[in-house]
């Protein structure tokens, strides 16, 4: 066998030295991209490249004041000897990432988890100058944010390119703040695209590089070797909270969708409303429908009266393309959706039982034709510390439930509340109350009113009805 793997590697050799022109010509055939010929070539530096773009990356710092609970708090013989109302410490809380500067009057990108509950927020340039701003607009789900750097001069920006032009084994740098060491450069490639599960928002397509990506980079630039934005780095795998090589960055595409949202002056990010649901392809229905692979999104729910039902979908039906481009899972598909942008018609390919087809779908904000009518439920009830709302598409949308939801939804649940100890959830749907249908948040209020001494609940859950009885 050895002699054999020499043999055979000898040979291989020599069909590439024999050959050159025709490797050349292969490897330039992806976009006009080409492996290193010469010396020369490998002698090259990213250093013009970082010296023309890291003045637009910058570190964020964010501050919070956070209440921490006296250690005797609530305990009758402390507060006996030390006054009744013993008082909780304030101490202050610091995080650290980065952002991009997108345009000259200074809107920088972030990670939404960057600056989650922040009071105060400070960008500090590569020069070291520092500058307070204010957030924009920002979105727990995408985990993407924009702030406004507080100054009238123009800034250096990181333009935004092209995400879907990325392919794997490109070259990208990714410029932040690992661990608050000070700006840092590292490169490596494009290791996969379309990445999803892996965070735990509902927003999963993700581009994986190998560059090196520690806590203090998330916010920063992934860029490719035209000093453009091709994603947001935000994410890692690793066991011991360094870098491991498998980073995630949100691409550049959604970016885009995201920062245009801030400058239209909206107060929350709105995605295409589809009234359906999708699930991942199995083998057996991949099989059944005679795909080669298990890829794209099942159909499992439609909204009467969405523009999923108006554009012809069926359950059962899959679809496996926006506009052309192959959606390789239910994730996918709604960043497609997403990047496509509001006010749009696209075309959805779609497999059946009986072939393929396409359809028209118009993309459009969810609407909210039930006002939410928000309400905190208070008084000695189970259901005080419940902030409860109506549903509607749009409030199903913003807390990722089902399009076809209706009734009145538990929103929040207020901690160490009577509602929180009996076990009351977020996205509970409250459905009766001792026999009579809760119609509405003011419905449910006026419930309150009385006191029955006994309570008779019935609420819907993950899809699964539960009788609850509280005295």
Not at 15 to 31: D, G, I, M, Y
Not at 334 to 343: E, F, P, V
Not at 357 to 362: D, G, H, I, S, Y
Request: aromatic share 6%.
């Amino acid at each position: 066998m050895p002699s054999l793997f020499k043999r055979l590697s000898a040979g291989l050799i020599v069909l590439a030295l024999a050959c050159p022109a025709a490797v050349t010509a292969q490897a330039q055939e992806s976009q006009g991209k080409a492996l290193p010929q010469t010396r020369q070539d490998m002698q090259l530096s990213f250093a013009p490249l970082v010296k023309q773009t890291a003045g637009a990356v910058v570190n964020v710092y964010a501050e919070r004041v956070v209440q921490r609970s006296n250690l005797f708090s609530g305990d009758p013989f402390f507060e006996q000897f030390f006054g009744q109302r013993m008082p909780n410490r304030s101490e202050k809380q610091s995080s650290l990432g980065s952002g991009v500067i997108a345009t000259p009057e200074g809107l920088v990108i972030t990670n939404n988890h960057v600056i989650q509950g922040a009071d105060d927020i400070k960008i500090a340039l590569a020069d070291g100058r520092e500058f307070p701003c204010e957030v924009v607009l920002k979105d727990e789900t995408v985990d993407l944010a924009v702030l406004k750097i507080k100054s009238k001069e123009h800034f250096p920006v990181l333009p935004i390119g092209n995400s879907d032009a990325v392919e794997v084994g490109d070259l990208v740098l990714a410029i932040g703040n690992p661990f608050g060491v000070g700006q840092t450069v590292t490169s490596g490639i494009v290791s996969a695209l379309a990445r999803n599960q892996v965070s735990s928002g509902d927003f999963g397509f993700f581009i994986q590089t190998d560059a090196s990506i520690n806590p203090g980079n998330s916010g920063g630039a992934l860029m490719n070797m035209k000093g453009e934005l091709i994603g947001v780095n935000t994410a890692i795998f690793s066991r011991g909270g360094g870098s491991n090589g498998v980073g995630f960055a949100i691409p550049a595409n959604l970016v885009k969708v995201f920062l245009a949202s801030a400058e239209e002056g909206r107060s929350t990010f709105e995605r295409p409303y589809v009234g359906a649901t999708f699930d991942a392809v199995t083998s057996d229905v991949a099989e059944a429908l005679g795909l080669k692979a298990a890829r794209g999104a099942l159909v499992s729910r439609i909204a009467e009266g969405g523009p999923a039902d108006k554009a012809g979908l069926k359950t059962g039906e899959i679809v496996t393309a926006v506009d052309g481009v192959s959606v390789e899972h239910p994730d996918a598909l709604g960043y497609r959706l997403t990047t496509a942008g509001l006010g749009k018609r696209v075309k959805l390919t779609v497999r059946t039982a009986d072939g393929q087809r396409e359809v028209e779908l118009a993309l459009n904000p969810a609407p909210e034709n039930t006002p939410r009518d928000e309400r905190l439920l208070e008084g000695r009830n189970p259901f005080a510390g419940l902030r409860v709302a109506n549903l509607s598409p749009k409030l199903a949308t913003e807390i990722q439930m089902a399009p076809d939801k209706t009734g009145v939804v538990v929103t929040e649940v207020t901690r160490g509340s009577p509602a929180a100890r009996l076990g009351f959830a977020p996205k509970d749907i409250l459905i009766s109350v001792n026999g009579d249908p809760v119609k509405s948040t003011k419905v449910m209020e006026q419930m309150l009113n009385e006191d029955p001494g006994f309570w008779r609940v019935e609420i819907e859950r993950d899809g699964q009805r539960i009788r609850q009885f509280f005295r």
